[in-house]
């Protein structure tokens, strides 16, 4: 089964930071749309932010100002920057691609905020 390829996952203090990579095992990643998810100990997943194929970028309002998604074409990845993190960014986080009916997820990278 095909999936994403998540890492830079870990623990950090809050106001800290980290980069989180998703790679796709194929060429040709960037025409698909790409999207970040979260979910926390308990909660619902939640959409965190999408970049379009063109680079355009959307974001939920908690992470706005903080969070920046981006994408290296050459090497079939995309990133989500994480700055001044707060307890409540403590989650797994999961990276998703689509491409017309064809979509597939990450398996996950644990983000945890803590002092």
């Known amino acids: 089964q095909v999936q994403l390829v998540e890492s830079g996952g870990g623990l950090v203090q809050p106001g800290g930071s980290l980069r989180l990579s998703c790679t796709a095992p194929?060429?040709?990643?960037?025409?698909?749309?790409v999207e970040w998810y979260r979910q926390a100990p308990g909660n619902q997943r939640e959409w965190v932010g999408t970049i379009s194929t063109a680079g355009g970028t959307t974001y939920y309002w908690s992470v706005k100002g903080r969070f920046t998604i981006s994408r290296d074409n050459a090497k079939n990845t995309v990133y989500l920057q994480m700055n001044t993190l707060r307890a409540e960014d403590t989650a797994v986080y999961y990276c998703?691609?689509?491409?017309?009916?064809?979509?597939?997820w990450g398996e996950g990278t644990r983000v945890t905020v803590s002092s």
């Open positions: 194929w060429t040709n990643f960037s025409s698909y749309i």
């Open positions: 998703y691609a689509f491409r017309g009916s064809f979509y597939v």
